[in-house]
């Protein structure tokens, strides 16, 4: 008698624990926040960001997640411009960084964020195979039909600050392919499928020993500004926030110029 007592003085407040959870879920439409092993509320942050910053964030989002025990930080990298659609589509997310102030004015023309802040600055280089085949040495060589190159689409922000060097040279590219983001651009060159191709000089660091990069005066005239915003739908304003305050603090600022970024 006495050992089927306290079985059931055991499972009866874990039943009743349970089914407080799952009321308070139905009730709500939302769980109940978790409890993290270090006592605070688990929480996931959510970051769209550009794919030239896949480096830089996900070491800014570890340093995030180290001085916010309990916090997850999600990251969806590509193009700015397919991220902007996203977001303006639905998309859960608490925070949009930009490669470019046009594709940011996508989400705050919808009203989906306000106050963007410009936390770094990219511009160009001329990435070719390390061992440089077709012997580019400036951007003259790319309008040879000779060279194959390849470039970001032009309505994402590489193809579009490629489009305002091409033009400030003066020169006609016909690439091969036109890729939805500068990572894909940058692969070309590192798989040897094209002669060169325009990325930023970021990338071309972050892919040392695989490709080349080469300087050109035009890349001065395609400057991009990078913006970073908390969304106004953001799931976790609070984090949100304050992964913003890092990016723009003297810590992030370091990384990012670290990485090959510009300050601003």
């Not at 007592?5 to 799952?22: G, K, N």
């Not at 936390?119 to 070719?128: E, P």
């Not at 983001?181 to 990325?199: Q, R, Y």
Request: include cysteine.
């Amino acid at each position: 008698m006495f050992r089927r007592l306290s079985r059931w003085t055991v499972t009866v407040p874990l039943a009743l624990t349970l089914a407080a959870a799952l009321s308070g879920c139905a009730a709500g439409g939302q769980a109940a926040p978790v409890a993290s092993a270090a006592g605070g509320e688990a929480t996931t942050l959510t970051v769209f960001a550009a794919a030239s910053l896949t480096g830089t964030f996900g070491e800014l989002g570890k340093t995030f997640e180290a001085a916010h025990p309990g916090t997850s930080v999600r990251f969806n990298f590509g193009s700015s411009a397919t991220l902007a659609q996203q977001i303006v589509q639905g998309a859960p997310a608490d925070v949009f960084a930009a490669a470019s102030p046009a594709t940011m004015k996508t989400v705050t023309d919808a009203s989906l964020a306000t106050g963007p802040n410009v936390f770094a600055r990219n511009k160009l280089q001329i990435a070719v195979p390390a061992d440089n085949p077709a012997g580019v040495d400036g951007l003259a060589d790319l309008a040879d039909p000779k060279v194959k190159v390849a470039l970001c689409a032009a309505q994402v922000p590489c193809g579009a600050a490629a489009v305002k060097a091409l033009d400030a040279a003066g020169l006609k590219v016909t690439p091969v392919t036109l890729e939805q983001d500068v990572k894909a651009t940058l692969t070309k060159v590192a798989l040897g499928e094209v002669d060169a191709a325009l990325v930023y000089r970021t990338d071309v660091l972050a892919a040392a020993g695989k490709v080349t990069g080469i300087d050109f005066p035009e890349a001065d005239k395609a400057i991009n500004d990078y913006p970073v915003a908390v969304l106004s739908k953001a799931p976790a304003p609070e984090r949100a926030r304050q992964f913003v305050e890092l990016v723009l603090s003297r810590q992030g600022k370091d990384v990012l110029t670290g990485a090959g970024f510009e300050a601003p």
